[in-house]
C-alpha cells in the first residue's frame, strides 16, 4: 500500500506562485511513477505533470509547461510542484498520484493505482 498526502494549496493573487508537496509513504521505490493533476469545478480530472520513468524524465501539459516545475525528492519520498505565474484558470483540486512501477506516459490518468486527498489551489484576478 502507498499513502499521500499532499499539502501547500491556498488562495494567491494572479501572478502567484505555490509550491506543493506530496509526502509518499509505503512501499514507495525510486521507480514509482509520480503524478500530478488537478480538477476544476464542473471539469473533469486532468493531468498537470508527472515522472514516469526512472530517468526522472518529467512531461508537463501544454497547460502548465513553462510555468510550473515538478520535482522529486527520493529520500524524502516527496515530490513538489512549484507553480509559478499563476492564472485564475490554474484554479482547482491538485491531486497526487503514484503507480508501483514506471508508466511509459505518466499523463493517463487511469494508469494510477494510488491518489491523494487533494489540496485546494485558488487563484484571484
Known amino acids: 500500500q502507498v499513502q499521500l498526502v499532499e499539502s501547500g494549496g491556498g488562495l494567491v493573487q494572479a501572478g502567484g506562485s505555490l509550491r506543493l508537496s506530496c509526502a509518499a509513504s509505503?512501499?514507495?521505490?525510486?521507480?514509482?511513477?509520480m503524478g500530478w493533476f488537478r480538477q476544476a469545478p464542473g471539469k473533469e480530472r486532468e493531468f498537470a505533470a508527472g515522472i514516469g520513468r526512472r530517468s526522472g524524465t518529467i512531461v508537463y501539459a501544454d497547460s502548465v509547461k513553462g510555468r510550473f516545475t515538478m520535482s522529486r525528492d527520493n529520500a524524502k519520498n516527496t515530490v513538489y510542484l512549484q507553480m509559478n505565474s499563476l492564472k485564475p484558470e490554474d484554479t482547482a483540486v491538485y491531486y497526487c498520484a503514484a503507480h508501483r512501477l514506471p508508466l511509459a506516459d505518466p499523463s493517463l490518468i487511469d494508469e494510477y493505482t494510488y491518489w491523494g486527498q487533494g489540496t485546494q489551489v485558488t487563484v484571484s484576478s
Open positions: 509505503g512501499r514507495i521505490f525510486s521507480t514509482t511513477a
